[in-house]
């Protein structure tokens, strides 16, 4: 803890200085930084907080009145109290005086004959410049546990922590990640006082400190500007690492396999599983942040309609845990086992993230039937849609309809009050509807066997159309 000023008490109890108490011992707690000798009409005007005003009473009214209303200004002012020496030319201090000084609480000391008021403020400076010393003591040792710390960021915020006696959180301005954090000393303060960090990354520094022991301004001004270096450090490494698990799921999504696939998912790889996440786009940045802090073994980047997170089935868990409390919802695919089925299974989180936004919050997981393997090629896809939809894969409205028509069909499991709510139609219109498309495909949905390959071609379907889709945002 910072060692506090001297205090008038001791320095009255300073052995040498002979220094009695005349008034005012209510006020003997009062810091004193500075003791100056003055003897200007309104000494109050040259003075001021905590500083002790030394007199050989020329500044002293002789009147009880302008001794009493010399008390105020000094009090007003804040100074730690007045000394006077018992010797002409000073005036006899009036009882209204000492009664004024009791009723403030402000000190009025007796100097001895003999002790000169030089004396008195070398004590002064002395006692205070150990204090100073301590704090030039702490700032160097700020400074050399900096330097050492090296990339040890967390250990650094510890070190850092320790030293001030201080709780310390470090919070990304952007997306209100935590980057950095310690321990508070047992007893501090619940609410943490904060204050914004400035480098090349916005952040906001959080102190939870101890009452009556907050860490002044002289040591937070520099413990600010080393927390700022190793916010940018943290950053820095986090978005080096954001740009290379970006760019190996964008190689995923686009059908290869990236040459740093591996760095980015170690101690896992994708054959022993993974699945893919979605989560929206308000929650993305976030979650994409908290990724790339914490190197979680995760390939991360945009999709379709928010953020996409390739994650290992291992390390599902850890980032589901971590990432929850910034995730609202979230999407989460079927496992999978091969690179070739990032785009099936990222088709699958988003799927499953879409439904979780009509029906509720929280973390939901695809159900439906895995097709990625029988349609793992754009050929594949189009020889499904073919021979399975027939006609219905036509341009015109007629078949757009049908084909519509069927996989609405397809998406509410069959059930004809859901569909024709979603398509806007009549119950009628929907039979009929239905009966065109087994004429024109051959299909029977009531047939096992006609309803599994009408759901693989609808998949396929989509897996062209966003293809497409994709194809034209490139453009």
């Not at 050399?144 to 919070?171: E, F, M, N, Q, W």
Request: charge should be negative.
């Amino acid at each position: 803890m910072t060692p506090r000023p001297l205090t008038v008490a001791e320095l009255v109890a300073a052995p040498g200085l002979g220094t009695t108490v005349l008034a005012g011992r209510d006020g003997l707690a009062r810091e004193v930084l500075w003791a100056h000798s003055c003897e200007m009409a309104d000494p109050a005007a040259w003075l001021g907080p905590h500083e002790l005003l030394m007199t050989v009473g020329l500044c002293v009214p002789a009147d009880a009145e302008g001794q009493v209303a010399l008390v105020a200004r000094l009090d007003d002012a804040g100074l730690a109290g007045l000394m006077i020496g018992d010797h002409p030319p000073a005036p006899p201090l009036s009882g209204a005086l000492l009664a004024e000084a009791d009723r403030r609480g402000f000190p009025v000391l007796l100097a001895a004959a003999r002790t000169p008021y030089a004396a008195v403020a070398r004590h002064v400076a002395a006692a205070n410049s150990f204090g100073q010393l301590h704090q030039v003591l702490r700032l160097s040792k700020l400074y050399h546990l900096a330097a050492r710390a090296g990339d040890d960021d967390s250990a650094l915020t510890d070190s850092l922590a320790t030293l001030l006696d201080v709780g310390i959180t470090v919070a990304d301005t952007a997306t209100g990640t935590t980057l950095l954090a310690s321990d508070p000393p047992p007893g501090a303060a619940e609410t943490a006082r904060g204050y914004p960090l400035r480098g090349h990354h916005d952040a906001e520094l959080r102190l939870r400190e101890l009452p009556g022991a907050e860490l002044d301004s002289f040591l937070l001004v520099h413990l600010m500007k080393v927390m700022e270096v190793a916010v940018d450090r943290v950053l820095n490494a986090a978005d080096r690492w954001a740009e290379l698990s970006a760019a190996a799921l964008a190689a995923l999504l686009g059908g290869t396999v990236p040459a740093g696939l591996a760095e980015v998912l170690r101690p896992h790889r994708p054959s022993e599983g993974f699945r893919l996440v979605a989560v929206g786009d308000a929650d993305g940045a976030a979650v994409a942040r908290l990724a790339a802090v914490h190197r979680l073994p995760v390939a991360v980047g945009p999709g379709r309609s928010g953020l996409l997170a390739l994650v290992p089935a291992a390390a599902l868990p850890e980032f589901r845990s971590l990432t929850r409390p910034v995730a609202g919802r979230a999407g989460v695919s079927s496992p999978y086992s091969h690179p070739a089925d990032v785009p099936h299974a990222a088709a699958e989180a988003e799927r499953a993230l879409a439904e979780n936004g009509r029906t509720g919050s929280g973390w939901a997981e695809f159900e439906g039937t895995t097709v990625s393997v029988l349609a793992r090629s754009r050929r594949e896809a189009e020889q499904i849609t073919a021979s399975v939809l027939g006609g219905l894969c036509e341009e015109g409205p007629r078949a757009a309809r049908l084909r519509e028509t069927l996989f609405a069909y397809l998406r509410n499991d069959r059930a004809w009050a859901g569909t024709a709510a979603e398509l806007g139609i009549h119950r009628q219109t929907l039979s009929y509807r239905l009966g065109r498309i087994a004429e024109e495909t051959g299909l029977d949905l009531a047939a096992t066997g006609d309803l599994s390959s009408a759901w693989i071609a609808y998949q396929a379907w989509e897996s062209l159309r966003r293809e497409g889709d994709g194809a034209g945002e490139g453009d």
